[in-house]
C-alpha cells in the first residue's frame, strides 16, 4: 500500500524524521519496502540517523530552481500552432515561458488573465525528470531555441516533477498557492510503500497506518469525523433492502445523495490520489476512492436514476443474494461474465448490479450525466470474496481489502465519510438517515491477560497499568481488576481472537508496541515436556538416508494435479481411468492443478520428463501422499508412496569412467534389495507382476507374506512420447512405504567383526530354466546353514554346452566361523552337502 505522508499527517502529527518512522513502522509489522520522495529533501547515508535499509527512490525539487509561479497571460506562439507563451511571473521576476500544455490552450489569446493560473515553475538549472522519455530519465533545464524563441525555463507536468506518469498538461494549482514559494515546501511529500501482510489487513488505509504511528508515538490520533450534514429529503421509502444469504454478507448500508454535478477532482484530491496507487476518474468516483483510502471501507456508487427507471413505478430494491443458473453480468471492464454459484451479487428486482465486493457492473455506473447517487457500503465473507476473485481472475482495491476481511462496522462509516466527501466535491444535498441490514452482528471478543502471562510468553516483567496504556493506544476498551486486565477489542478489527488465541494475539500487540528490539534474551523456564518419539518420520527418514547413500536424489513434486494430468501414466488408449473419484479443490490456483493427485509416480515422471533433456543420467526418488477418496467421509485417506526412477548411464560421468553400459531392471532391483537390508527387513521376494503403466514381461511385484508392497520394472513404450521420455529405458518402482514401514523391526541383531580368516569359493551350477535364482538361493541358504556367511550370483551362463532349457548360475561363496579357522576337510564337507541338496531339491547338478 502506498501512504502519502502529507495525507497521513491529517490524521496524526508526525515526530520522527522519515528514516526513523520507515524503521519503527517495520519493526512494529508494517514493513516499509521503499520510500518515494516527491520533492521533499532525501536524508544522506544509511544506518543510524539515515535510511536503514530501506530502499529509497525519488527526486528532491531544489527550493532554488523549482517554486510556484503565476501565469498572468496565455499568448499565441509566432511560429507554431501547438505552442504557446506564457507571461510568468515566479516571486522576482516576470519570464516567457514556451509550454505545448494542452490545458493551456483554452486561455490563449484571451489578454491578461482576471485570476491568474498557479503552476509549478522549474527555473533555469533544475533538475527534473525528462517528460518525452519512458521511465524516470532525469534531466538539467538548460536555455535552447525553440522554433525560433529562446526557452531556459518549463512549466512543470506531473512527470516531469515525479508525482506520476501524467504528462498531457501542467500542472494547475490552487489559486490561494502564495507566488514565489519553493515547490517542495508548498507540497513536497514522500510515499511509503509498506507491506500490509494479512494480519496487518486493517491497516490498508491512511487512518489504520496512522492509528498505528499515534500508538508508537504516543501522540494523539486525529480521528475523521462521521457528522453528515443531512441536508435532503429522508431516505426512508425511496429504496429498500433485502439479505438473503447473512453469513455470506452480514452487513449492508446505503446513503443517498441527489443533485451531485460530476467534474474533476481538486488538484490536491488527484495528487493524493495519484501517489496512493488510484488514477482519479472524476469527483463522485474519486470521493469514493478516497474514503476507502482514508479509511479501509471500499464504497460502491450508483446512479439511482438508472436504479428508478430498472424498478419501473415502484421503489428500488437492493438484494443480495446468489446468482441464478446460467445469470450473466457485464462488469465496469466491459467484460461479460458467467458467475459461479457461489459469487454473491448485489441486485435488483430487475437483475444483478455487481459482483459482490469486486466489482461493479456497467449498466449502473456512474458517469458524467450521474445526478443523484446511492452509495453503498457493506461487510462481506472474505473467503468467499477470495473465492471469486479467483475464479474471474480479477484484482481489485476493493477485493484487494474485502478478500482480507474488513470488519461490518465500517460499514456505516464508510458510507457517512463517503458521502461528506461527495458533498465537497460534487456539490448536492444528502437524503436524511441511512437504510442499514445488520443480520449477523459481529461480537467483539473480550480478552483477559495478566502479567505473568506476558513474562511467561514474551519474557518481559510490565505491571498491569502499562499494558493497559500500551493496549489503549491500539483503541482497545480497558479496565484492570487485581492483576487481570481486561480488554475489549476496537470495532475495526476481525484478526483478534477469544480465548487462549486471544491472549496470545494481545502479547503480540504489546510486543509490536513495546518493540521487539527491547525484549531480552532469556532461557525458558517452563519444564520441557516429556521426549516422545515419532517412528514414522524416523524411519521415513532412515529411508531417504539409505537411498541418498545409494547415490540417488531426492525430488519433492506438487499434491496438486489434474486427471488428464495423471492419466498419461497409463500406457494403453483403452485403459480405463481411475474409478475412485478424485479430491476436487474448492478453489484451485490454476486450471491444471485442481484435484489431489492418486498417483506419485505420475509426478516423478514429470520431474523426468523436465530434465531428461539435459541430463546423461536421472536417479531419483520421492516420498510423498497420495490422497484416495473416502466413501461418507469429507477427507481423503492419505497414503504414504515411495517411488524410485533410474535412467541413463549405470555410472556418473568422470574422468575415469569406464563404459558400463545403461541402467536396467537389475539395476533397480538391486537399489531395492539394498533399501530393505539397510532397513533390516526380511521375507521380501521378487514376483512377476503387471501395471498398466509398466513394460509387459519386464515387470515385477515386491511382497512379504502375500502382501504386495508395490511394483517395479521398465516403463512401457507407449508412455515415451506422452512425457518426452529419453531413448533409454526408464525403470521405476512405486512402493507403499506406509506397509513397508510397518515391517522395520524395532531391534535387530548385530555381530562383531569375524577375528577369524574367511574361505572363498566359485560354485557353478545348473538348473532348469524355469528354476529362479532365489530358490537356488534358498537352498544354499539352507544346506550351507551358518558356516555359509554370504554369497553373491556373478554369473548366468545359457549355452549348447549345457543343453537347451538349463542355464547355470555361478555362485561366491564365503565360509566362516565365528570361533576358529575353518579346515580344508570341513569345508569338503560343507560343499558336498550343499552340492547334494541342490540336487535333491532342485535336480541341479555341479557344472564342471
Known sequence: MKVPLSWLRDFVDLTLDIPELAHRLTLAGLEVEEIRFVGLPIPPGRGAGGLHETKVTGLSWDPQTIVVGEVLEVLPHPNADRLV??????????????????????????????????????????????????????????????????????????????????????????????????????????????????????????????????????????????????????????????????DLNPRFVLGLIEGVTPGPSPYEIQRRLRLAGMRPINNVVDATNYAMLEIGEPLH???????????GPRAPEIITRLPAPGERLTTLDGVERALDDFTVLVADTAGALSIAGVMGGAESEVGPTTRNVLL?????????????????????EAGYRFSRGVHPAMAERGVRRGLLWMQRLAGGRIAQGLVDAYPLPAQDPVVELTPGDLQRWLGVRLEPAAIADLLRRLEFQVTIEGETVRARVPDHRLDIGGGIVGKADLVEEIARLYGYDRIPETMINDPLPAQQGNPAMEHEELVRDALVRLGLQEVITYRLTSPEREAR??????????????????????????????????????VVERNARGRERLALFEIGPVFLAQEDEPLPQESTRLVVVLSGRREAAWWQASPAGEMDFYDLKGVLESLLQALHVNGTRFEPGTHPSFHPGKCAALTVAGRVLGVLGELHPNLRPRYELPAAP??????????????????????????????????????????????????????????????????????????????????????????????????????AGIVRTLAEQLGAQLRT
Not at 490498508?204 to 457528522?227: D, H
Not at 453503498?376 to 481489485?396: D, M, P, Q
Not at 483403452?574 to 473419484?581: A, E, L, R, S
Open 85 to 246: 507563451l506564457c507571461r510568468l511571473l515566479d516571486g522576482l521576476r516576470e519570464h516567457t515561458v514556451l509550454t505545448g500544455a494542452p490545458n493551456l490552450f483554452p486561455y490563449k489569446g484571451q489578454g491578461p488573465l482576471p485570476v491568474p493560473l498557479k503552476v509549478a515553475y522549474a527555473r533555469e538549472g533544475a533538475r527534473l525528470y525528462d517528460g518525452h522519455q519512458p521511465g524516470a530519465e532525469l534531466m538539467t533545464l538548460k536555455r535552447a531555441k525553440i522554433r525560433g524563441v529562446e526557452s531556459y525555463s518549463m512549466a512543470c507536468s506531473e512527470k516531469e516533477l515525479g508525482i506520476s506518469d501524467e504528462h498531457e498538461g501542467i500542472i494547475l494549482l490552487p489559486p490561494e498557492a502564495p507566488t514565489g514559494q519553493p515547490l517542495s515546501e508548498y507540497m513536497g511529500d514522500a510515499v511509503f510503500e509498506i507491506a500490509v501482510t494479512p494480519n496487518m489487513a486493517r491497516n490498508a488505509n491512511i487512518l489504520g497506518v496512522a492509528r498505528e504511528v499515534a500508538a508508537l508515538t504516543g501522540v494523539p490520533l486525529k480521528a475523521p469525523s462521521y457528522e453528515v450534514a443531512w441536508d435532503g429529503p429522508p431516505i426512508a421509502g425511496r429504496v429498500s433492502l433485502t439479505i438473503r444469504q447473512p
Open 301 to 311: 456508487a450508483f446512479d439511482f436514476d438508472v436504479l428508478c427507471r430498472r424498478a
Open 376 to 396: 453503498e457500503g457493506a461487510a462481506w465473507n472474505f473467503i468467499n470474496i477470495r473465492r471469486t476473485l479467483a475464479s474471474h481472475k480479477l484484482s481489485s
Open 730 to 831: 526408464v525403470l521405476a518402482a512405486d512402493l507403499d512405504l506406509a506397509t513397508l514401514l510397518t515391517l522395520i523391526p524395532p531391534r535387530h541383531e548385530v555381530s562383531s567383526a569375524p577375528a577369524f580368516p574367511p574361505v572363498l569359493e566359485d560354485l557353478a551350477i545348473i538348473v532348469d530354466e524355469a528354476v529362479p535364482a532365489e530358490a537356488v538361493e534358498g537352498v544354499l541358504h539352507q544346506a550351507g546353514g551358518t558356516l555359509l556367511a554370504g554369497l553373491r550370483l556373478f554369473d548366468v551362463y545359457r549355452g549348447e554346452a549345457i543343453g537347451a532349457g538349463k542355464k547355470s548360475l555361478a555362485y561366491a561363496l564365503t565360509y566362516q566361523a565365528p570361533d576358529r579357522t575353518l579346515t580344508d576337510t570341513e569345508v569338503a564337507a560343507l560343499r
Open 569 to 606: 501414466r497409463l500406457a494403453a488408449e483403452g485403459t480405463p481411468p481411475d474409478p475412485m473419484p478424485y479430491t476436487q479443490l474448492a478453489n484451485p490456483m490454476v486450471a491444471d492443478r485442481v484435484v489431489m493427485r492418486h498417483s506419485l509416480l505420475a509426478s516423478v515422471l514429470e
